[in-house]
């Protein structure tokens, strides 16, 4: 059974002004205007409803939640079953806050609505509507179907805005089950109908997740191309938010190079946005970034940012709080601040054991035991090098067992026990080799996938060229057939007139004849 919106009377309806938020966008003002112009109540005026209602139920429900019962209410009594469906879609969109189940109730009633009247549109809409809340629940293989369903639903519908909406979420799924490949095809499909479409703002949003999926593949020459394509559509959009989060992102890309000077000038874009915009949490994040690069530059203004980044953030991150303090306590460490470095770490480690954080917990054991190994007091410096290797195991983090490994062997080697530090630093070195092996592979797959993408790039140009070549020259020949045709046209318009002057003088002849004749008669 359908849901029974509140009862509004005609005249309270009449009487209802439409303009409930002056701070709507420019966009639901304009549909507000259209609708107080009209003089009548039709579907059209449902239409219109409805676009105010979904355009605002995020951020101002409770004039969403207006339209919608008028938009149920006219649809019924207009008869009018698109209506409905679409008063029962808001709706569902209305509860996902409250009640998802519930929501996936209302979408599966404005589905059934659709099927009725086989609209194949709505269908896709509202198939995706389910999916979308699926997936939030965790129904991951219910949503996939359901996206795939309405995918071929818009292919039907010839809808290419639809049949983007839907290779988005697909590719969304693909990205986040981590099948990248499967990601990167969808995507790639959406890309050409963003183009296509002109829809900017999605193009963006593909070339990112496609970034963001070559860089899950270590394929990191290939995810910096798209992220940069991300940025170059955001900056044509001159949204400066996702153009600084495009730089944060080919920030981190440019550490795990080890190209600090590359990494340092896409952060200080990213921190010049962000100046800009006046959003201080994620300035915070560009100036941690820019403290993690210094680290391998220049320790005093690694220090400086770091201090800015922990100043900005203060307690709304409390991983970056972790990072930024562990890399505190690590310059401190270097610069013989031996007290201040332990009491940094020590908040560290406390911190990230209360956060559950356990790479900052290792990282924090670590950085103590160097430091307390540096002031020479060698068994606090064992025991947070013991905890340090066991936590970074259990984590499985490579970085974090060497680094414990090399420090252990230092330590045992100090205190004379040379089996012990022998057998740290052979698993020192083990970890090194593996490390570095695969930081071989991980470069050789990216020069490979580079090259693959460098080849398919000047494929799609070769072929555009030739496309664009055809188009010319079909161009030229139309153009030869146009101007061949007028010259033929002018040629034959000549003789026409040349014929129709030979005969009107062969006429006056005649008749001069005739004159002739009858005067010598």
Known sequence: MFFKPRQLSPLIFLLLSFATSLAQNHKVDSLVNILNKRSRIDTLSVNLMSEIAYQVYANNPSMADDYTQQVIYLSDSLKYKKGIGKGLWLTGLLHLQKDRVRSIDYFKQALAVAEEINDKADMANYLLAIGNTQSVLGDWEAADNNYIRALELA??????????????????????????????????????????????????????????????????????????????????????????????????????????????????????????????????????????????????????????????????????????????????????????????????????????????????????????????????????????????????????????????????????RFKEAYNHHKLFKQLSDSIFNADNVRKIADMESSFQFEKERKQHESEKLQRDLEIKNQRVIIAGLSVGSLFLLLFVLALYQLYVHKKRTNLVLLHQKAKIEELNE
């Open 155 to 416: 292919e039907l519908a010839k809808d290419k805005a639809l049949e983007l909406k839907c290779l988005i979420n697909i590719g969304r799924s693909f990205n986040a089950a981590g099948m990248y490949p499967q990601a990167i095809k969808a995507m790639g499909r959406a890309i050409t109908l963003s183009k296509e479409t002109g829809d900017l703002a999605n193009l963006a949003s593909c070339y990112n997740s496609i970034g963001g999926a070559h860089l899950r593949l270590n394929n990191y020459s290939v995810a910096l191309e798209y992220l940069q394509l991300a940025f170059e559509v955001n900056e044509q959009l001159n949204n400066k938010n996702s153009m600084a989060q495009n730089l944060i992102n080919m920030t981190g890309i440019r550490i795990d190079q080890k190209d600090y000077n590359g990494a340092l000038e896409y952060a200080s874009q990213a921190k010049k946005l962000y100046e800009e915009i006046g959003d201080s949490s994620r300035l915070s994040v560009a100036y941690l970034q820019m403290g993690s690069i210094y680290l391998f530059l220049d320790l005093d203004l690694s220090l400086e940012y770091l201090e800015k980044s922990l100043d900005l953030n203060k307690s709304q991150n409390i991983t970056q709080n972790l990072t930024a303090m562990n890399n505190i306590g690590y310059i401190l460490t270097q610069k013989g601040e031996y007290e201040e470095a332990i009491e940094v770490l020590n908040k560290s480690m406390i911190m990230s054991e209360k956060a559950g954080y356990k790479i900052g917990s290792a990282m924090g054991h670590v950085r103590l035991a160097s430091c307390y190994f540096k002031i020479n007091d060698i068994d606090k410096a064992l025991y947070y090098g013991l905890e340090s290797e066991k936590i970074s195991a259990e984590i499985r983090n490579l970085d974090l067992q060497k680094d414990s490994h090399e420090l252990l062997a230092d330590i045992y080697a100090r205190t004379g």
